[in-house]
T-cell receptor, first 115, second 113 residues
Framework: AQKVTQAQTEISVVEKEDVTLDCVYE???????LFWYKQPPSGELVFLIRRNSFDEQNEISGRYSWNFQKSTSSFNFTITASQVVDSAVYFCALSEARGTYKYIFGTGTRLKVLA | NAGVTQTPKFRVLKTGQSMTLLCAQDMNHEYMYWYRQDPGMGLRLIHYSVGEGTTAKGEVPDGYNVSRLKKQNFLLGLESAAPSQTSVYFCASRDPGRNTEAFFGQGTRLTVV
């Protein structure tokens, strides 16, 4: 069965600190997709990144970076120099690359960035 | 393009009442999904559709029905609402033929009293 675990329920940091959100996944598929979404207080889901299982290259986008390691089945998300606007719930998700293409979500990590 | 639009955005129901949530997408996507979000549980799949006229059960289908009569619309029905169905509902669509993510609606906050 597929599963996504976000062990950190809530994290609080002071502005300008770096913070890493952990994501561990389980799947028997050899081809799959991984995602990160941000859910700000307004409630919508904001797409951040998609990663194909064949692409283990890490990615950086501004203050955001992602570390994908198949050997440990992890897809961690780091925010550098956090800002108050980063306060949100962050979801990691796993998707099949065949069949239903459905998402399996983690339970989310609530990040609070304090001024 | 509007993307994925959910109607309504908020609703309060009394126990036993029925209602239909509408999801409309204008991206010609084949696949559509209904999820519910509850505190501490992430998003869980209720029902999904892989094409017009087809529907299938997801992880938590009990108490819900769906229909996909038109490709662009995916309806989620609650025949007899229960307080346990108080949740935020998200609709999503996806094109599996392209290497893209799913597109989510803005969510519907439903309270059953």
């Amino acid at each position: 069965a597929q599963k996504v675990t976000q062990a950190q329920t809530e994290i609080s940091v002071v502005e300008k600190e770096d913070v890493t959100l952990d994501c561990v996944y389980e799947t028997r598929d050899t081809t799959y997709y991984l995602f990160w979404y941000k859910q700000p207080p307004s409630g919508e889901l904001v797409f951040l990144i998609r990663r194909n299982s064949f692409d283990e290259q890490n990615e950086i986008s501004g203050r955001y970076s992602w570390n994908f390691q198949k050997s440990t089945s992890s897809f961690n998300f780091t925010i550098t120099a956090s800002q108050v606007v980063d306060s949100a719930v962050y979801f990691c998700a796993l998707s099949e690359a065949r069949g239903t293409y459905k998402y399996i979500f983690g339970t989310g990590t609530r990040l609070k960035v304090l001024a | 393009n509007a993307g994925v639009t959910q109607t309504p955005k908020f609703r309060v129901l009394k126990t036993g009442q029925s209602m239909t949530l509408l999801c409309a997408q204008d991206m010609n996507h084949e696949y559509m999904y209904w999820y519910r979000q509850d505190p501490g549980m992430g998003l869980r799949l209720i029902h999904y559709s892989v094409g017009e006229g087809t529907t299938a059960k997801g992880e938590v289908p009990d108490g819900y029905n769906v229909s996909r009569l038109k490709k662009q619309n995916f309806l989620l029905g609650l025949e007899s609402a229960a307080p346990s169905q108080t949740s935020v509902y998200f609709c999503a669509s996806r094109d599996p033929g392209r290497n893209t993510e799913a597109f989510f609606g803005q969510g519907t906050r439903l309270t059953v009293v």
